[in-house]
């Protein structure tokens, strides 16, 4: 197994707080989304990796590549300032919740629709049932 990367981002989305976190692994980068209610704290945000990380439900990989090179400490910093100032989150991790969301909705399609018909099923079997009884006469 190669190398694994983490990293998240934590910005305002009208009305509520979203973290992602995305996570480099062989080539592939796998995203997850959190929703928090009022704005997280830095210590809220360290607790929620502490006891929830490994219960994030990450998309399906996106192939990406990711570039191996070393920084100057304070060309680094600038970078954070800077994305710290912008927000929003790369192509690809929008991609890959976008991935997820459609997923997530053909198999809430799937299970609903199996719930209808097993509804529709058990009441055709309770009228059919009614009318044999009317016709013996009960």
């Known amino acids: 197994m190669g190398e ?14 979203v973290a992602i976190f995305e996570r480099y692994e062989d080539g592939k980068l796998y995203v997850s989304k959190v929703t928090f ?10 607790e929620f ?7 994030l439900q990450y998309s399906p990989a996106v192939e990406t ?12 910093q600038r970078e954070i300032r800077k994305s710290l100032e912008k927000t929003g989150v790369g192509n690809k991790s929008w991609q890959a919740l976008k991935l997820q969301h459609e997923q997530n ?6 299970t609903s629709r199996a719930k209808k018909k ?17 016709r013996r006469g009960r």
Not at 65 to 76: C, D, F, L, Q
Not at 105 to 110: N, V
Not at 118 to 134: F, G, P, S, T, V
Request: a positive charge.
């Open 4 to 17: 694994v990367k983490c990293s998240s981002t934590v910005f305002f989305d009208a009305p509520f707080w």
């Open 37 to 46: 209610g009022v704005e997280p704290k830095d210590y809220d945000i360290y």
């Open 49 to 55: 990796v502490l006891k929830h990380y490994y219960e």
């Open 65 to 76: 590549h990711v570039k191996e090179m070393k920084k100057n400490p304070k060309r680094m």
């Open 105 to 110: 909705k053909l198999e809430r399609k799937a």
């Open 118 to 134: 097993a509804e529709a099923d058990r009441k055709y079997e309770l009228k059919q049932q009614k009318k044999k009884e009317k």
